[in-house]
């Protein structure tokens, strides 16, 4: 597995997409066995640059989108996938979408054999948050996580020692309707239709690495604090998470 040399990976199966493990005719095992060896052929370590896997996931749990894969099938391999983080020693990349209270039973029983994670795309309470920070996980805050008032607030309380700040692009940008959007400074000359993109400028609707300075701006704004130690807590955050294994 390569890539360019500032670009990694993280290797598992999202809550929505769990049908995979047994669907046609599969068996989960042998699916669960496939993640474990691109996981292992993408820690391995060239000449050039380190291993390029650093996370299991995304995994977890969303109750919201129940459509895509039943409750009962997500809970089931989303426990499967924490082996994968077990025998790895790599962190967990993780999803929790209107489910917190499985999500953290299931996580609870895991977390002394786990070497910890990140739940990305936070939206969740303020209750829940102290739940996901009583089990000594990172919180990823982008676009998705500050939407309400309510969603600034909580993003507000995270402890720097404790926050990520991602994009989650394609998705979840900070839009002009979200309550955050008031403090975003940084802006972007866009396009309606990718056909007609150029050199500068963004295809609206389609979120991009570069806009990770809009979250930065919300929570700056929201928290009241310098940008600039936010963004380097969150910098230093995810270097001890996903990069504190110098081997690779």
């Given at each position: 597995m390569r890539?360019?040399?500032?670009?990694?990976?993280?290797?598992?199966?999202?809550?929505?997409?769990c049908?995979?493990?047994?669907?046609?005719?599969t068996?989960?095992?042998?699916?669960?066995?496939?993640?474990?060896?691109?996981?292992?052929?993408?820690?391995?370590?060239?000449?050039?640059?380190?291993g390029v896997v650093?996370?299991?996931?995304?995994?977890?749990l969303?109750y919201?989108?129940?459509?895509?894969c039943d409750?009962?099938t997500q809970?089931?391999?989303?426990e499967r996938?924490?082996?994968?983080?077990e025998?790895s020693?790599?962190?967990?990349?993780?999803?929790?979408?209107?489910?917190?209270?499985?999500?953290?039973?299931?996580?609870?029983?895991?977390r002394d054999r786990?070497?910890?994670?990140?739940v990305?795309?936070?939206d969740?309470s303020?209750?829940?948050?102290c739940?996901?920070?009583?089990?000594?996980?990172?919180?990823?805050i982008n676009?998705?996580?500050l939407k309400?008032?309510?969603?600034?607030?909580v993003?507000?309380?995270v402890?720097?020692?404790?926050?990520?700040?991602?994009?989650?692009?394609?998705?979840?940008?900070?839009?002009?309707?979200?309550?955050?959007?008031?403090?975003?400074?940084?802006?972007?000359?866009?396009?309606?239709k990718?056909?007609?993109?150029q050199p500068?400028?963004?295809?609206?609707?389609?979120?991009?690495?570069?806009?990770?300075?809009?979250?930065?701006e919300?929570?700056?704004?929201?928290?009241?604090?310098?940008?600039q130690?936010?963004?380097?807590a969150?910098y230093?955050?995810?270097?001890?998470?996903?990069?504190s294994?110098?081997?690779?």
């Open positions: 890539c360019a040399g500032r670009l990694y990976n993280t290797v598992g199966c999202h809550p929505t997409r049908g995979e493990f047994s669907g046609d005719g068996d989960p095992d042998d699916y669960l066995s496939q993640l474990l060896q691109t996981i292992q052929d993408g820690r391995l370590a060239t000449d050039q640059q380190r650093v996370a299991v996931g995304e995994c977890g969303d919201a989108r129940t459509n895509f409750a009962q809970r089931t391999y989303f996938q924490l082996t994968l983080s025998v020693g790599l962190p967990l990349f993780l999803h929790c979408r209107d489910a917190a209270a499985d999500f953290v039973s299931i996580v609870s029983r895991w786990v070497p910890g994670g990140v990305h795309s936070f969740g303020k209750q829940e948050l739940d996901m920070l009583d089990l000594d996980l990172f919180v990823g676009g998705c996580s309400t008032e309510e969603n600034l607030a993003a507000a309380s402890p720097l020692e404790r926050l990520l700040l991602e994009t989650d692009c394609p998705w979840c940008e900070v839009k002009p309707t979200h309550a955050g959007y008031r403090y975003v400074t940084t802006r972007y000359q866009d396009v309606k990718k056909e007609k993109w500068g400028s963004m295809v609206k609707g389609r979120n991009e690495p570069a806009c990770i300075v809009q979250v930065l919300v929570l700056a704004g929201a928290r009241e604090e310098d940008p130690i936010i963004a380097k969150a230093d955050n995810a270097l001890k998470l996903f990069f294994d110098s081997s690779g």
